[in-house]
């Protein structure tokens, strides 16, 4: 069986530019999770799609990051602009479901922001 | 690759020896908890799970006990190995499956 697949799996940019990555879930998995995970800590929660809805986006700062999953399968999630403290790993993971479903990640991205 | 944790507490053990990792968790409400092994440069790799009408759960090497009177959780691998070196996060589930994750402590097999 796939994992969950993510592209890019590096990226630079400069302050103030913008940003996309892209989330190929496992396939028949109907949520969907972003994560950042910022050097030497543990992954935070950014956003959690069932199917192409948003189940909770609470810690998701929106006036920089937005994120769909237009189809309910794959998912974007861009950052615009981005700023310094954005450099971490964004992590995408799904699941079955959102009843006691394992979590599988992806690789991640690693982002710099210079 | 990278490390996922520079500044994280860090457990050296000798190949073989029994390795226990602890985690202290937050809300008592959590009804399931999770242990996550991250190697450098890839996403979390799920180990064993919980839930909070239990104790102690075994999987092939590993062991995870919990206690829910003081709020901690603890991982034993058993005869540690070299491939056990990583860092590992415990993290609890709330409502819709979603999951709150420790600091992470990583693993330092000497061989």
């Known amino acids: 069986e796939a994992g969950v697949a993510q592209s890019p799996r590096y990226k630079i940019i400069e302050k103030r530019q913008s940003v996309a990555f892209w989330c190929n879930p496992i396939s028949g998995h109907a949520t969907l999770y972003w994560y950042q995970q910022i050097l030497g800590q543990g992954p935070k929660l950014l956003i959690q799609?069932?199917?192409?809805?948003?189940?909770?986006d609470s810690q998701l700062p929106k006036d920089r990051f937005s994120a769909e999953r237009l189809k309910g399968v794959d998912s974007t999630l861009k950052i615009q602009p981005a700023k310094l403290e954005d450099s971490a790993v964004y992590l995408c993971?799904?699941?079955?479901?959102?009843?006691?479903?394992?979590?599988?990640f992806g690789p991640g991205t690693r982002l710099t922001v210079l | 690759g990278e490390s996922v944790g520079l500044h994280l507490p860090t457990l050296s053990v000798q190949e073989g020896d029994n390795s226990i990792i602890n985690c202290a968790y937050s809300n008592s409400a959590s009804d399931y908890f999770i242990w996550y092994k991250q190697e450098s440069g890839k996403g979390p790799q799920f180990i064993i799970d919980?839930?909070?009408?239990?104790d102690k759960r075994q999987g092939q090497r590993v062991t995870v006990l919990l206690n829910k009177t003081v709020k901690h959780l603890s991982l034993q691998i058993a005869a540690t190995q070299p491939g056990d070196s990583a860092v590992y996060f415990c993290a609890e589930r709330g409502a819709g499956n979603m999951l709150t994750f420790g600091g992470g402590t990583r693993l330092m097999v000497k061989p």
């Open positions: 799609f069932q199917n192409n809805g948003v189940v909770d």
């Open positions: 993971a799904s699941s079955l479901g959102t009843a006691v479903n394992t979590q599988y």
């Open positions: 919980i839930r909070s009408n239990m």
